[in-house]
């Protein structure tokens, strides 16, 4: 199984940039579907985006598309998630998650290994 830790959380003003980045280690990087993930309090956690084993492909959700950009070096076993034009109501905590799918997934299920979270704090 892989170990995830995600870093980069912070509190930036709406408008804003930040940049999130989910470090593994235990197993090769390159062999998962990655995504990125977030639960906003009182709310159920949210597929934000995911990213193929290669790098090729990726999905977003319809609330960050255009925003956000996902990536990974699998040669730094990292995947990184890029966030412009931060908005309040994407304050949340982050989760970085992998997948021994077949398929692109954003799913919550088919992530089988999860980081611990990362906080991103959006003010107006």
């Known amino acids: 199984q892989v170990q995830l830790v995600e870093s980069g959380g912070g509190l930036v003003q709406a408008g804003g940039s930040l940049g999130l980045s989910c470090a593994a280690s235990?197993?090769?990087?390159?062999?998962?579907?990655m995504g990125w993930f977030r639960q906003a309090p009182g709310k159920e956690r949210e597929f934000v985006a995911s990213?193929?084993?290669?790098?090729?492909?990726?999905r977003y959700a319809d609330s960050v598309k255009g925003r956000f950009t996902i990536s990974r070096d699998n040669a730094k076993n990292t995947v990184y998630l890029q966030m412009n034009g931060l908005k309040p109501e994407d304050t949340a905590v982050y989760y970085c998650?992998?997948?021994?799918?077949?398929?692109?997934?954003?799913?919550?299920?088919?992530?089988?290994?999860w980081g611990q979270g990362t906080q991103v704090t959006v003010s107006s």
């Open positions: 998650a992998a997948s021994a799918e077949s398929y692109l997934s954003r799913v919550e299920s088919d992530f089988g290994s």
């Open positions: 235990g197993r090769t990087l390159s062999t998962y579907i």
């Open positions: 990213i193929s084993r290669s790098g090729v492909s990726t």
